[in-house]
């Protein structure tokens, strides 16, 4: 290789990016201490973003296209190297191309139940878990947020936070929700749109956007699924006298044991019978409670009627200066209020007078 060609061969006259990986969200190009000819081929695939950065401070982006390289091109670049008056040597810069695509089939979940208040259930711990859908919306923020100088960054290295990031936000986005979780259960994808908005923000701060959340499950704790069985079979079984007459006949159907076998089977028909009766009439005696008596009275306290009061509820008062004589009473078979001293004369005089001093 002669002179002038090993000199050539240190000047980059062509800058792309192809990717085969399909995680792959930052990639620097390799440089190598090499110089980037003036009008180099720069070609930005569709889904790609290039970014210049000269010295550590991004200067140009530039989006799907073909270009040359010149200064009419990298405009803020050209501004810090003072290349205003015309420049047409090799120049020094790192060009970082930035994956635009989305991002599908990532995975979110709660490593652990989150408590949450419920309509229903007032209280409860739920754990979810899905997918989500992201794509870089702000190249420049990206890089200085989340990328750095990582001259090779794929999703792997920000899933983790991400999805930390959802699960810390849920129990937020579900406080400010008031569906019911056995109602949530049945909407996933109205959910997912409800958290996806609630969720966003969020991203948006690392130059990111937040397409989609998929809810994929959302489980309650094991001892409240049994509970909710217990409470389904319950309802479905119906009137417990009928339920217990039915299985009771299954069983005659089906029993091929010994008259001891027939004889357990009535026992237990008769039980069974006399708890559906026990509660059935348990159900039935229940009565309203009893009107209030005639003998309680009405107060009356700053022109409104307080009450009713028993003749406990009366002495004590008295007791306490609250009633007096002076004081107008009622009662259900009075034809108007009448003064306390015309009626319950009797309970004042179980005190003794006022002293005068």
Do not use: C
């Amino acid at each position: 290789m002669g002179l002038w060609s090993w000199l050539f061969g240190q000047f980059i006259d062509v800058i792309d990016w192809t990717d085969d990986s399909q995680d792959t969200m930052v990639w620097r190009f390799p440089r190598q201490n090499n110089e980037i000819k003036y009008a180099a081929k720069l070609i930005v695939r569709e889904s790609q973003i290039a970014v210049f950065v000269n010295e550590g401070e991004i200067a140009d982006i530039l989006s799907p296209g073909t270009y040359e390289l010149e200064t009419k091109n990298l405009p803020i670049l050209t501004n810090l190297q003072h290349w205003d008056h015309g420049f047409q040597s090799p120049f020094k810069a790192e060009v970082y191309f930035v994956n635009t695509k989305r991002f599908t089939d990532l995975k979110w979940g709660t490593k652990s139940p989150i408590m949450i208040r419920d309509p229903e259930f007032s209280m409860v711990r739920l754990r979810a878990f899905g997918v989500y859908e992201i794509q870089i919306s702000d190249p420049e923020v990206f890089l200085k947020e989340i990328v750095g100088t990582d001259g090779h960054f794929t999703i792997d290295e920000v899933d983790q936070q991400l999805s930390n990031i959802i699960v810390s936000k849920l129990a937020t986005v579900l406080g400010q929700d008031n569906t019911p979780i056995l109602d949530l259960a049945a909407n996933y994808e109205l959910f997912g749109e409800h958290i996806t908005t609630g969720i966003t923000p969020y991203f948006s701060k690392y130059g990111l956007k937040l397409n989609k959340i998929w809810v994929e499950n959302i489980s309650l704790p094991e001892d409240v699924q049994e509970a909710m069985d217990k409470r389904t079979s319950r309802e479905i079984t119906g009137d417990l006298d009928a339920h217990l007459k039915y299985q009771t006949g299954e069983a005659m159907g089906n029993a091929n044991g010994s008259m001891g076998d027939m004889v357990g089977m009535g026992a237990g028909l008769a039980m069974g019978q006399q708890m559906a009766q026990s509660i059935n009439a348990d159900s039935r005696t229940k009565t309203p409670p009893p009107p209030p008596s005639k003998d309680n009275f009405y107060i009356s306290f700053d022109g409104k009627a307080k009450g009713p009061f028993d003749h406990a509820g009366l002495i004590e008062m008295i007791a306490d200066g609250k009633l007096t004589k002076e004081t107008f009473v009622w009662k259900q078979d009075f034809d108007g209020w009448k003064k306390a001293d015309t009626v319950l004369s009797e309970l004042f005089d179980q005190f003794p007078p006022p002293i005068n001093n």
